[in-house]
């Protein structure tokens, strides 16, 4: 299917690796200019010279810590200097750690807040007026499943994400009338570094082998499997596409069926 996203320019956060690396192959295959940002300078890079040996786009690379408000500047800054307008908006923040509500503590409410969810109002405040202007734009933010179904001991991550869900409903209804849709992604178990530092976690709490731990995991999933951040990506680059541009305010799970609810 051609998308119509030739061209368009992106840009995503986290994508030195995992989904947001995804994500970015998934756009550069249909002809997105990316500009790309994550903590890691030489993961970047490697990404930047792949991409644009593959699908000959122009991709834009800018390392920083998004939880850090001049980083964000910063960023923001050289994004506005090299591409006129950012057409695509990839959300995609680090989870919080592992903790239960009870001992979570301020501080670690505090800077969870500021380092997941400050920097999406920050880069939608920087970037929407020009989708305004141009009567497009796409905004897609990676969430969990935990906004459907809070998962244990993620007390951050599980009210945080919420938060943010909440948000962007709000904003999606919000600048709708100027073709701009605002999605959330929100995955189940995907194989990724983060997957596997939680569950090596829970392989230590639960005093299973780990193949015990994981075929007793698995079962819990109709698909029988992780997801891949490959498929991730596919439903991603769809949503950021002219063909679904009625799609709006969503938040679509991505999980194998795990979830026991039918939203």
């Given at each position: ?8 320019n992106?840009l ?9 690396k ?5 756009l ?5 200019n990316?500009?790309?940002s994550?903590?890691s ?10 991409i644009?040996?593959?699908y000959?786009?122009?991709?834009e690379?800018f ?6 408000y001049?980083?964000?500047?910063n960023l923001i800054s050289?994004v ?11 959300h ?35 970037f ?13 933010a ?9 998962i ?13 869900t909440?948000m ?5 209804n919000?600048?709708?009338k ?8 929100a995955?189940?178990?995907?194989k990724?570094d ?19 731990y ?6 819990t ?12 990506a ?8 002219n ?15 795990k ?5």
């Amino acid at each position: 299917m051609n998308l119509n996203l030739n061209d368009k320019n992106a840009l995503i956060m986290a994508s030195s690796k995992g989904i947001g690396k995804a994500i970015a192959y998934g756009l550069a295959s249909e002809g997105v200019n990316l500009y790309l940002s994550a903590r890691s300078l030489d993961l970047l890079t490697s990404i930047q010279t792949d991409i644009q040996d593959q699908y000959q786009v122009k991709v834009e690379i800018f390392p920083a810590d998004l939880s850090n408000y001049n980083d964000r500047e910063n960023l923001i800054s050289a994004v506005k200097a090299k591409y006129s307008t950012i057409d695509i908006i990839v959300h995609n923040m680090g989870g919080p750690k592992p903790s239960t509500v009870l001992n979570t503590s301020i501080d670690e409410w505090t800077n969870s807040f500021n380092s997941l969810c400050l920097p999406i109002i920050h880069l939608n405040n920087a970037f929407i007026p020009g989708m305004i202007a141009q009567n497009f734009g796409r905004i897609l933010a990676i969430t969990s499943l935990s906004v459907i179904e809070p998962i244990d001991n993620m007390a951050l991550s599980n009210s945080l994400r919420s938060f943010i869900t909440a948000m962007l409903k709000t904003l999606a209804n919000e600048i709708a009338k100027y073709n701009i849709t605002v999605n959330c992604l929100a995955p189940g178990w995907i194989k990724t570094d983060r997957t596997d530092e939680l569950l090596e976690s829970r392989i230590q709490l639960s005093r299973q082998s780990k193949d015990q731990y994981l075929e007793s995991h698995l079962s819990t999933i109709p698909a029988n499997r992780m997801g891949n951040v490959t498929e991730i990506a596919s439903l991603a680059t769809f949503l950021c596409s002219n063909q679904a541009g009625y799609i709006t305010g969503s938040t679509m799970c991505v999980d194998g069926g795990k979830r026991k609810s039918t939203y």
